[in-house]
């Protein structure tokens, strides 16, 4: 049996608390974001899926890195995460089937998915690595 790959945008929205995560009601945090319909990008997914989860309005994005999740044995798909880098305007609040809005920084105790852990590591040092650019953005 093939795996359905199913293409993801996945938003990274990071702020002076921490990078915004948000969770159902299983409170695994998750980075925002969603699978891209047929004629949608992916950075038009994850743009749409900020608004949906959490309200905030984007401003500005910018393609990071692609991401391989694993593959949910479960369901046999996986989703091919192509991760943005998303500045956004006002206070996230949880919206439709997101029930909680958190930050995560190194070190803090909320429950990450594992796939969520490894982007937000390679995030870090992708950051790390690309200080010039960050310095520039974060004046946006």
């Known amino acids: 049996m093939s795996i359905l790959r199913r293409r993801r945008g996945t938003a990274i929205v990071e702020t002076d608390k921490g990078i915004l995560v948000t969770a159902g009601r299983s409170k695994i945090f998750i980075t925002p974001g969603g699978g891209a319909g ?4 992916r950075m038009q997914a994850s743009i749409r899926e900020l ?3 959490t ?3 984007p401003y500005f994005a910018m393609a990071l890195f692609k991401f ?9 798909f996986q989703d091919l995460h192509t991760v943005y880098l998303i500045k956004a305007q006002g206070t996230a609040e949880p919206k439709h089937e997101v029930k909680y809005v958190a930050y995560y ?6 429950r990450l998915s594992s796939t969520t852990k490894k ?5 870090l040092l ?3 690595k690309n200080k010039e650019i960050f310095d520039i953005i974060d004046r946006l």
């Open 126 to 128: 992708y950051k790390e």
């Open 105 to 110: 920084k190194p070190g803090c105790d909320l």
């Open 119 to 123: 982007i937000i590591d390679e995030y």
């Open 68 to 76: 391989e999740g694993k593959v949910h044995q479960t369901y046999n």
């Open 55 to 57: 309200g905030l309005e």
């Open 38 to 41: 047929r004629r949608e990008s």
């Open 51 to 53: 608004k949906e989860e």
